[in-house]
């Protein structure tokens, strides 16, 4: 198991600031050592008060590239699509946002081939991926279902696939893309953003499991080889 670092704040507000603050750092470093940044970042609610606070940083943004690192399968525009969240914030910045899911359609498994080819046009590894955690203890949109042990030991060539949940998670009970726990753990750096307690008992639980761990986000999280560090407010 790698080493995991908890950073626990008095609130979600304190958090988002040092959230925004370590993701800026990492931007500044890759364009300083590659000339761009290349970044995944999470969607659902939590994270959204830290992508506010980055946007405001002072940054080449035209140098900066960002992808959900999964995707709702809605149309663009739609309240659950996470896409859509992070271009409102960022693209208004100059930064380049993508869709890894740019028309919504019935077929999931060919949005997922899709987006995995879409992955050939960024460079890999990923400068920096960003996790959040469900309190059913999926990360990313990797769930239990048909399409679990391929997102999670899949060819290592697969970035991103579809992804249909069992059960359907019921704040957003949609089919999904993911980037494969192979593009997350590859990246440079990975982080965890999460809020609560019931969320920070399942991550807790799911470490101590280790890799057979009932929880997406313990199999993502076992053998990863680079440190990672999961911030986390009450
Ligand atoms: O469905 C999703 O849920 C998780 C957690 O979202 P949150 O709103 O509870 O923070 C998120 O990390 C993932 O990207 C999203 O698609």
Redesign the pocket.
């Known amino acids: 198991m790698t080493e995991i670092e908890w950073w626990d704040y008095d609130d979600a507000d304190e958090m988002a600031a040092a959230v925004a603050g370590d993701i800026q750092f990492i931007i500044e470093s890759a364009i300083d050592a590659r000339g761009s940044a290349v970044i995944a970042l ?5 994270p959204l008060p830290a992508y506010k606070l980055l946007a405001e940083a002072k940054l080449d943004w035209k140098k900066v590239t960002i992808i959900p ?2 995707e ?1 399968i809605v149309p663009l525009g739609d309240p659950l699509s ?1 896409v859509t969240a992070l271009a409102k914030i960022f693209l208004p910045k100059g930064a380049r946002v993508k869709p890894i899911v740019p028309e919504a359609t019935k077929d999931y498994k060919a949005a997922g081939r899709s987006a995995d080819a879409l992955m050939q046009d960024l460079h890999w590894p990923l400068d920096f991926c960003l ?4 309190t059913d203890g ?4 990797i769930f239990p279902g048909p399409d679990y042990e391929e997102a999670v030991a899949g060819p290592k060539e697969r970035r991103a696939l579809g992804v249909m949940p069992d059960p359907l ?1 019921p ?2 009970p949609v089919a999904r893309v993911t980037l494969s726990r192979e593009a997350i753990v590859t990246a440079r750096a990975v982080m965890i953003a999460v809020t609560g307690q019931a969320k920070r008992d399942i991550i807790e639980k799911a470490i101590k499991q280790g890799p057979l761990s009932e929880y997406p986000i313990g199999r993502v999280l076992a053998d990863v080889e680079l440190p990672i560090d999961i911030h986390w407010a009450a």
Request: no cysteine.
């Open positions: 999470a969607g659902g609610n939590t690192g999964d709702r996470n996790l959040g955690v469900g999926h990360t990313a949109s998670p704040e957003a």
